[in-house]
């Protein structure tokens, strides 16, 4: 099934699905019947279908499962969401605990529906709508069920709405780690008891979800679906037993990998909090080998890119602004100093930037000084060109931020043959 238009970090030239998909009616893994055992021809390749493990075949039926009742925005959103699945199996042998944020900008997204799916295939799911942060703690024991949240938006949707839900944020974010505690007092005698937090959760919602809640994230962007997308109907009662026995069949393959799972180190395409988070998925499929490990480091490096970007454009004011003002210094041809007021003049004028409408009169010298303050860059008096006296900045004093918060691309060393 294509779903043209419906794919915001879908990337070129997606391998295609595996593994093979196996003849109606013939068990998994054997050959066609022949005829005869004198007349069958010398085979002179070995059956594709009987090299697939179970992990594979268990994983690709789950996969189309998936999208039987869903359209996600590229195939590697559905690679992504099958590994997060099967990764809930063996949350005790993961140092990290990623949560799936399932987002869209607007009703009848698909949301609710794959929460369905996944609720049906996931380890102990342990439904919260509405829950209280004390009781979903208290439901989190040392053998973690797997959260799961709809209408996420309901807890973060305003800044109103998030304070009185701060608790459930600071659990959703401690819990993404192992060995993060909650402390609460209890009991007649008033003693302090821990709690564990660690849980993997899928939470589902409009709008993105607080940002470190996103930056600890799978991120499934939804969008409805266009004309001729077409899904089946989810019916409970009609199609949770053939989840169900996709969810034991992955239990059961995973379970005895737990030991393996545990020392597993995976080569990951990305890093810091990005790779904590995707590495339970990446081991998942290096341990169920074929094309899974291609196509999860693929997912992770797609999705964890277009995540980035996101929070490029998204994230604090700040980081935009460093980016803004290298610009600036770039336009001017890189001088050593910019003054203030010219700095000033080259982001309002930009239309594409938040700048000229950051007040009424755009942005102005208080609150550039207010943005750089939490980066220790301040503005002073100097001597510029015609020895001029005015306020402004070096670039020297933006260059250990702009290499730790916006740093360029690192471009490819030229070949020493060729010069290119």
Not at 222 to 227: L, N, Q, S, T
Not at 365 to 375: A, C, V
């Amino acid at each position: 099934m294509e779903h043209a238009g419906a794919q915001p970090y879908s990337a070129p030239d997606e391998p295609p699905s595996w593994p093979p998909v196996a003849v109606p009616g013939q068990p998994s893994g054997q050959p066609a019947e022949t005829g005869p055992a004198e007349s069958a021809p010398l085979a002179e390749d070995p059956d594709p279908a009987a090299s697939v493990s179970e992990g594979e075949q268990a994983l690709a039926e789950l996969r189309e499962q998936i999208r039987r009742y869903v359209v996600l925005p590229g195939e590697e959103a559905f690679t992504a969401v099958t590994l997060w699945v099967a990764a809930t199996h063996l949350q005790t042998a993961w140092q990290h605990a990623p949560r799936l944020a399932v987002v869209g900008p607007a009703k009848r997204c698909g949301k609710s529906r794959l929460l369905d799916v996944i609720t049906e295939s996931v380890h102990e799911p342990l439904i919260t709508v509405n829950a209280s942060a004390a009781a979903v703690f208290r439901s989190i024991t040392d053998t973690p069920p797997t959260l799961l949240v709809d209408e996420a938006d309901t807890l973060f949707g305003s800044v109103k709405v998030a304070e009185k839900n701060e608790e459930m944020r600071g659990l959703l974010n401690a819990g993404h780690q192992r060995n993060r505690p909650t402390l609460r007092v209890s009991g007649p005698n008033h003693e302090v008891a821990k709690f564990p937090t660690f849980a993997m959760a899928a939470l589902a919602g409009i709008g993105d979800l607080p940002d470190t809640i996103m930056d600890r994230s799978i991120v499934i962007r939804m969008r409805r679906r266009r004309p001729g997308e077409k899904v089946a109907e989810f019916r409970t009662f009609r199609d949770t037993p053939a989840l169900h026995a996709l969810r034991d069949r992955l239990a059961a393959w995973l379970a005895p990998l737990h030991a393996d799972a545990m020392e597993l180190t995976p080569a990951m395409p990305v890093q810091d909090r990005a790779a904590d988070t995707w590495q339970p998925l990446v081991a998942v499929a290096d341990l169920a080998g074929g094309r899974w490990p291609d196509l999860a480091r693929t997912a992770c490096r797609v999705m964890a890119t277009y995540e980035a970007e996101q929070d490029q454009d998204s994230s604090s004011l700040g980081i935009r602004l460093l980016a803004d003002i290298r610009r600036a210094f770039t336009t001017e041809g890189n001088p050593s100093a910019l003054r203030t007021s010219r700095l000033l003049d080259i982001l309002n004028q930009d239309d594409e930037t938040p700048w000229p409408e950051h007040t009424a009169n755009g942005l102005t010298p208080r609150g550039l000084q207010i943005l750089l303050k939490e980066y220790g860059i301040s503005s002073a008096t100097r001597r510029f060109h015609g020895n001029v006296q005015a306020k402004g900045f070096t670039r020297q004093q933006f260059a250990d931020s702009w290499a730790r918060y916006c740093p360029e691309p690192e471009h490819p060393e030229p070949d020493s043959a060729t010069g290119t």
